[in-house]
T-cell receptor, first 113, second 114 residues
Framework: DAGITQSPRYKITETGRQVTLMCHQT?????MFWYRQDLGHGLRLIYY???????DKGEVPDGYVVSRSKTENFPLTLESATRSQTSVYFC????????????FGQGTRLTVV | GENVEQHPSTLSVQEGDSAVIKCTYS??????FPWYKQELGKGPQLIID?????GEKKDQRIAVTLNKTAKHFSLHITETQPEDSAVYFC?????????????FGTGTQLKVEL
């Protein structure tokens, strides 16, 4: 299907475990983003990528790792999950920089116990 | 860095009434201001945006106004309908030496009551 898809939709993991959230887009958009959404904080940027093999930190990057070996994929890894990383994670993509329309995935609800 | 404040956090209106959501930003160099709508269980979706070279933009029942001097912008929804019920996010974009930054407000839960 065309668009941007995230997997899994829901994930429960234990503190200290490594977990990877997947994001795939079919538009060949240059830019991809990872946000986390928490009550009272809105959407906060974790990492973004302007192209394959180019990534940069956002507002809250600590504890997260990203890679972009292919244009269409932008996985987000929590190296050692903590309870403070319990959140809803959204991946997004855009044809151009963030001053162009971003298209969001449906989100991944992650619970760290 | 850029800071975006959004008010109110919740807004309840009667069907057919107007709704207004306001945002302020801190960095005068910001030049792009989108509004996103998030329905329950879905990702945000762009509904309207405005760039710093215009003061107002309309699209059917929704409009956005921008006051660069005061550094605030607002979303106006007229003739509200139940399907307008959602969370709305404002955002401000700035291109800095540190990279491209789109900063979001904290969101407004709009409820349109029958």
């Amino acid at each position: 299907d065309a668009g941007i898809t995230q997997s899994p939709r829901y994930k429960i993991t234990e503190t200290g475990r490594q977990v990877t959230l997947m994001c795939h887009q079919t538009w060949s958009h240059s830019y991809m983003f990872w946000y986390r959404q928490d009550l009272g904080h809105g959407l906060r940027l974790i990492y973004y990528s302007a192209a394959a093999d180019i990534t940069d930190k956002g507002e809250v990057p600590d504890g997260y790792v990203v890679s972009r070996s292919k244009t269409e994929n932008f996985p987000l890894t929590l190296e050692s999950a903590t309870r403070s990383q319990t959140s809803v994670y959204f991946c997004a993509s855009s044809q151009g920089p963030p001053n162009t329309e971003a298209f969001f995935g449906q989100g991944t609800r992650l619970t760290v116990v | 860095g850029e800071n975006v404040e959004q008010h109110p956090s919740t807004l309840s209106v009667q069907e057919g009434d107007s709704a207004v959501i306001k945002c302020t930003y801190s960095d005068s160099a910001s030049n792009y201001f989108p509004w996103y709508k998030q329905e329950l269980g879905k990702g945000p979706q762009l509904i309207i945006d405005i760039r710093s070279n215009v003061g107002e933009k309309k699209d059917q029942r929704i409009a956005v106004t921008l006051n660069k001097t005061a550094k605030h912008f607002s979303l106006h929804i007229t003739e509200t309908q139940p399907e307008d019920s959602a969370v709305y996010f404002c955002a401000a974009y700035i291109l800095t030496g540190g990279g491209n930054k789109l900063t979001f407000g904290t969101g407004t839960q709009l409820k349109v009551e029958l």
